[in-house]
Nanobody, 126 residues
Framework: QVQLVESGGGSVQAGGSLRLSCAFS????????MGWFRQAPGKAREFVAT????????GYEDSVRGRFTISRDNAMNSVDLQMNSLKSEDTAIYYC???????????????????WGQGTQVTVSE
C-alpha cells in the first residue's frame, strides 16, 4: 500500500518562500510520476506541478511557473516543492500525489494519480 506524508507547510508573508516535502512509502517509487495539487477554500482542486519518474521532465501550472520548482530524490523516495515569491493567491491546502505503478510520464490530470497525501496548509499573507 502506498502512503504519502507531506510536511513543510505553514504561514509566510507575500514574497517569502516555503519548501514542501513528501515522503513516499510503498512499492516502486522510481517507476511512478509524482505531483502536487492544491485546493483553496471555495475553489476547485487544481494542478500545481508534476515530475516524471526519472526526474528528467517537469510540468507546471501557468501561475506558478518560474516561482515553484518540483524535484525528487529516488534514493530517498521523496519529492519536494520549492515555492518562492509566494502570493496570497497561493494560499491553499497542498496535496502530494503519486501515479500508478509503471506510469512514469508527467501528468496534469488528477484522475491519473491513484494516491493522495493528507495535505498540508500553506497560508500567504499580504
Amino acid at each position: 500500500q502506498v502512503q504519502l506524508v507531506e510536511s513543510g507547510g505553514g504561514s509566510v508573508q507575500a514574497g517569502g518562500s516555503l519548501r514542501l516535502s513528501c515522503a513516499f512509502s510503498g512499492r516502486s517509487f522510481i517507476t511512478r510520476v509524482m505531483g502536487w495539487f492544491r485546493q483553496a477554500p471555495g475553489k476547485a482542486r487544481e494542478f500545481v506541478a508534476t515530475i516524471s519518474s526519472s526526474g528528467s521532465s517537469t510540468g507546471y501550472e501557468d501561475s506558478v511557473r518560474g516561482r515553484f520548482t518540483i524535484s525528487r530524490d529516488n534514493a530517498m523516495n521523496s519529492v519536494d516543492l520549492q515555492m518562492n515569491s509566494l502570493k496570497s493567491e497561493d494560499t491553499a491546502i497542498y496535496y502530494c500525489v503519486a501515479g500508478r505503478l509503471g506510469r512514469g510520464q508527467i501528468e496534469r490530470n488528477s484522475d491519473e494519480y491513484d494516491y493522495w497525501g493528507q495535505g498540508t496548509q500553506v497560508t500567504v499573507s499580504e
